[in-house]
């Protein structure tokens, strides 16, 4: 068990297949889900004789991610052989880059909402950005399935342009390791670099860990955790071996350093191989590419850079006059931050759209199982509902019922159905005769309005409200009801 003693530093690789037609050194098509080898070549087959050629759009994004990130460029930029023998690298190296990446330094940002949701009321470092160390491009392996007796090698993904986003081993918790993928992801997936879909391999870690007794200032031994296959099993893998490093430094065991796997199964870890450094891999330039200028790509670049979440947020926060906590929530995703802002651009209440989104859509969605993506409801349509509730023509109740028709005809406009459901705006005079009315039967809470109680108000609203069966705005019957107590 982890103790006060004990320090703990995690350093995380990320691997990210990025969004590109093709495969990083020749012309076969990358997609998802296809019939095992058929999207093959002799080059990502490592047949003799093939030669590799660059494939400038992955250069480009990773770049861009760099960029994002804060990362440096060298001038000059180039790529070696990592040389290794595995089933799944048939040409036994990988075309890789070592002592000149496309990006050095830089940092990822720890975003609030991306620590787990039980850590995010005790976040022990808020704003902290985590260094990285590099960023390089290199080509996927092959995709190896294990059956009980024998495994199957799958083509199709070998050669698929790879990014590798190494941290340094600033991490201090399996949390912040949670909010460190979980805030990478949504740049990446904001900026258009990947998808980043750990289901689908598209984004993939291995962990760096090392514990070390509290008055000790250089690093423990470090173990590298293979085998993570989703952000759960990052924090889960993290807790155990921490634990277990702990148990065995308190036993008076030395660690060894090493390469252990995640049984997610039985939740522990299991010693894979020990560890190879980087003289093990031989790295030497690659005779076949040629080093590559960066200074027209950097330009290049520099023109497409998106709006990150946290600039989104600060825009939000200060265009919608909406609340930091509403604008985190909205940014979290790009297609959702899209959605509001569809729905917000042209109405009187943007805040009010945020509440309507956050509290009603998502709701919704949540509980069809639908992504953002996939809503009917136009995001023009929600703006437009909620200006009817906001100019008094139907109640917040009413426009629930609207909504809730419009999940199932998303053709129809807000004000068409409304006006069908027969929501006509209340009359004045009636709704006036009802405020009296209430007045005159609640003595009670009428008196502790009259000494500075406006939430006793409530109780009165809420039967103007069933007098004038849910037709009243309830905000013009609270302004009309505190004026005519308090004269």
Known sequence: MATPD?????????????????????????????????????????????????????????????????????EIVKWDRKNYFYPDMPKNYQISQFDLPLCLGGSVPLYELAYPKDAQKDIAAPGKK?????????????????????????????????????????????????????????????????????????????????????????????????????????????????GRQIDELEAGRSLTQAT????????????????????DYRYFPDPDLLPVRTTELLGRVREQLPELPHEKIERFEREYAITHYDASVLASEQALADYYETAAKDSAAPKKVANWVINNLLAELNERGMAIDACPVPAANVGALVDLVESGQISNNQAKEVFAHLFEHPGETPAAVAKAKGFEPADTGEIEAFIDQVIA??????????????????????????????KANPREVTGTILARIRG
């Open 6 to 74: 004990y320090i703990t530093s995690i350093g995380l690789e990320v691997h990210v297949q990025l969004k590109t037609r093709s495969k990083m050194f020749c012309g076969c098509a990358v997609r998802f889900g296809e019939p095992p080898n058929t999207l093959t070549c002799p080059t990502c087959l490592g047949l003799p004789g093939a030669l590799p050629k660059l494939n400038l759009g992955a250069i480009e994004r990773t770049i861009l991610t760099g960029q994002l990130l804060g990362c440096t460029t060298p």
């Open 260 to 279: 252990w796997r995640w049984n997610d199964e039985i939740g522990r870890t299991e010693l894979m191989r020990t560890k190879e450094d980087a003289h």
């Open 441 to 470: 039967a609640h003595p009670g809470p009428v008196e502790e309005v009259r000494e500075g109680n406006d939430k006793a108000a409530n109780f009165l609203v809420g039967q103007v409200m069933k007098l004038s069966k849910g």
């Open 130 to 242: 985590v260094t990285l160390t590099r960023i390089h491009l290199e080509e996927d392996v092959a995709k190896s399935t294990h059956h009980s007796t024998y495994t199957t090698i799958d083509f199709n993904r070998a050669g698929t342009p790879l990014m590798e986003i190494v941290s340094e081993p600033e991490i201090d918790s399996p949390e912040e390791a949670v909010a460190y993928l979980n805030s990478l992801r949504q740049i990446l997936v904001y900026s258009g670099v990947s998808d980043a879909d750990m289901e689908k391999g598209q984004m993939r870690c291995d962990v760096n860990i090392s514990v070390r007794p509290s008055h000790q200032s250089e690093l423990g031994t470090k173990i590298e955790l293979k085998n993570l296959n989703s952000v759960s099993a990052v924090r889960r893998s993290l807790h155990y071996e921490i």
